[in-house]
Structure formats: structure tokens, C-alpha cells
Nanobody
């Protein structure tokens, strides 16, 4: 059974920082691109950042210069370092893997359960 488990969310004041982690567990042979998405109340889920298996990255304009995505392929883990947080960053953050190879099985568009990030004074 493959799982994506996020951690690191919480409550932080504006201007503060948080680091999210997402670890893939199970029998993992390889993971293609991994990314972070977020969904605020009443809004659609949106892409925050994505990182390819080779390390190429892409960010939403709203987080460029403040957030950094990285991954540790040996640990099957992706991270999101969030700095200079703003109230509008408040959302549930979801981890995504677009393709996971587990044995002879491929899992596509795989999601974690989400972690809440609240930016408030």
C-alpha cells in the first residue's frame, strides 16, 4: 500500500516560516514529479509548487521568492519551505505525486490527506 503523508502544518504569525514535509511510504521504486497544492475555504485547489525527478521546479506567481520546494529521492520525500507567510497563504496544503512506481504497479495522480496551514496574528 502506497501512502503520501504530510506533516509540518500549523499556526504561524504573518511573516513567519513553516516547513512542510511529505513522505511516500510503501514499496517505492520511483516517483516522477512531486508537488504541493493548496485549497482555501470556498476556493479551488491550486498549484503551489512542483519539482521534477531531476530537480526542475515551477512555482505559482503568488509564492515565488517566498517558498522553496525540494526533494530527497533517497527518502521519497518532498519538502516545502515557506517563508514570509501571509494570511492569504492560509489553506489546506496537499502533497501530490503524478506517478509512483511500486513493484509492477503504477499509481497516477496520488494525493496525501492534507495539512492545515493557518497564518494569523
Amino acid at each position: 500500500q502506497v501512502q503520501l503523508v504530510e506533516s509540518g502544518g500549523g499556526l504561524v504569525q504573518p511573516g513567519g516560516s513553516l516547513r512542510l514535509s511529505c513522505a511516500a511510504s510503501g514499496t517505492i521504486f520511483s516517483i516522477n514529479a512531486m508537488g504541493w497544492y493548496r485549497q482555501a475555504p470556498g476556493k479551488q485547489r491550486e498549484l503551489v509548487a512542483v519539482i521534477g525527478s531531476g530537480g526542475s521546479t515551477n512555482y505559482a506567481d503568488s509564492v515565488k521568492g517566498r517558498f522553496t520546494i525540494s526533494r530527497d529521492n533517497a527518502k521519497n520525500t518532498v519538502y516545502l519551505q515557506m517563508n514570509s507567510l501571509k494570511p492569504e497563504d492560509t489553506a489546506v496544503y496537499y502533497c501530490n505525486a503524478d506517478r509512483i512506481k511500486s513493484g509492477r504497479t503504477y499509481f497516477f495522480d496520488y494525493w496525501g490527506q492534507g495539512t492545515q496551514v493557518t497564518v494569523s496574528s
